[in-house]
């Protein structure tokens, strides 16, 4: 998987998880998740990061013969204005999380708010900001079979959020609302798709990849 980065400008990202990415990028040997350091031991950082809306993924997908050998090319939006519909578009991913385990058991669903990178000790890091969803349960629903993830709150419950590697990303995702048995409103404007419901399906169909992957 290869990914490249389009279209820049400048903003800030929030200090703790920054510190806490760089933490981990220097010490990937650390014992003990990054959330038990305190942020007085993270390091200290105030730099100018580059921001981009937008972020290319290569990817080999080989039953997928509409690719050339099997390779394919993702773009995959952090925009807040789309083209000219003045509308905002933030793709979802799959994020790998440990490549040992099969399909699903080894990914993680986010959705991207920023592509962007930062220059540190003469190393350019390329990363995201995402918000997290997290499985419902170990298996895909028994009567869709597709997977099932909610969005992870913390105890103030508020999205969860954090800076990750962009070659964390493997591909895009597709979500597709779980309604329930309520009537979706008519007036809904799809922006507002991933805030309006509880949980969500994660949608293999979406192409031959998603298929493979979102078992």
């Not at 597709?174 to 809904?188: G, K, N, R, W």
Request: with cysteine; charged share 15%; glycine share 4%.
């Amino acid at each position: 998987m290869v990914s490249t980065l389009a279209m820049s400008h400048d903003v800030l990202v929030d200090h703790y998880c920054l510190t806490s990415f760089l933490y981990e990028q220097l010490n990937p040997d650390s014992i003990g998740s990054v959330s038990e350091i305190d942020l007085v031991h993270c390091l200290s950082f105030n730099r100018k990061l580059k921001v981009f809306h937008s972020a290319v993924v290569i990817f080999y997908s080989p039953s997928d013969i509409s690719g050339v050998g099997g390779m394919h090319r993702q773009r995959i939006c952090a925009t807040p204005v789309w083209h000219r519909s003045g509308a905002p578009q933030f793709d979802c991913v799959f994020v790998e999380k440990d490549p040992t385990l099969p399909r699903m058991h080894g990914l993680l669903v986010a959705q991207v708010l920023l592509f962007f990178s930062f220059s540190y000790h003469d190393i350019t890091y390329p990363c995201v900001l995402v918000q997290w969803f997290r499985p419902v349960g170990d298996q895909p629903c028994p009567n869709t079979r597709l997977w099932v993830v909610k969005p992870e709150v913390d105890c103030h419950h508020l999205h969860v959020q954090s800076v990750i590697h962009l070659h964390c990303i493997l591909s895009a995702a597709h979500l597709i609302c779980v309604s329930d048995a309520h009537m979706v409103p008519q007036d809904l404007h799809y922006t507002h798709s991933l805030t309006s419901f509880k949980s969500f399906y994660v949608n293999k169909y979406a192409n031959c990849h998603a298929h493979e992957i979102a078992f």
